[in-house]
């Protein structure tokens, strides 16, 4: 059995964003649900106007294994208050 051919595709761009940690399953998976757990209508405001502004609809997201807690992050400027974030590759293809 041969292994599917992947297409070879030119990277357009690539960029990091320091993501809040608890928003990766969401972002990542579309597994909204762990909004539901926090039940936290504000960080979730704050989440879809994230995704919608910072990261584009064809980007393949690359998050580092390690998180740390910072102050000053991507998501600062929609409200979000300090928290464990994790260092996000971004890669958009042609």
Same mark, same amino acid.
């Given at each position: 059995?041969?292994? $599917?051919?992947?297409?070879?595709?030119?990277? +357009?761009?690539?960029?990091?964003? @320091?993501?809040?940690?608890?928003?990766?399953? +969401?972002?990542?998976?579309? /597994? @909204?649900?762990?909004? /539901?757990?926090?039940?936290?209508? @504000?960080?979730?405001?704050?989440?879809? @106007?994230?995704? &919608?502004? &910072?990261? $584009?609809?064809?980007?393949?997201?690359? $998050?580092?294994?390690?998180?740390?807690?910072?102050?000053?992050?991507?998501?600062?400027?929609?409200?979000?208050? $300090?928290?464990?974030?994790? &260092?996000?590759?971004?890669?958009?293809?042609?």
């Amino acid at each position: 059995m041969t292994a $599917p051919t992947i297409a070879k595709r030119k990277i +357009a761009r690539q960029f990091t964003l @320091e993501i809040p940690s608890h928003w990766l399953v +969401a972002i990542i998976n579309g /597994d @909204e649900s762990c909004f /539901d757990y926090w039940n936290d209508p @504000e960080d979730f405001k704050a989440y879809q @106007e994230f995704c &919608e502004n &910072e990261i $584009p609809d064809n980007a393949v997201l690359d $998050p580092s294994d390690i998180s740390i807690f910072l102050k000053y992050h991507d998501a600062k400027p929609y409200g979000v208050l $300090p928290c464990d974030i994790t &260092e996000t590759l971004v890669t958009i293809f042609d």
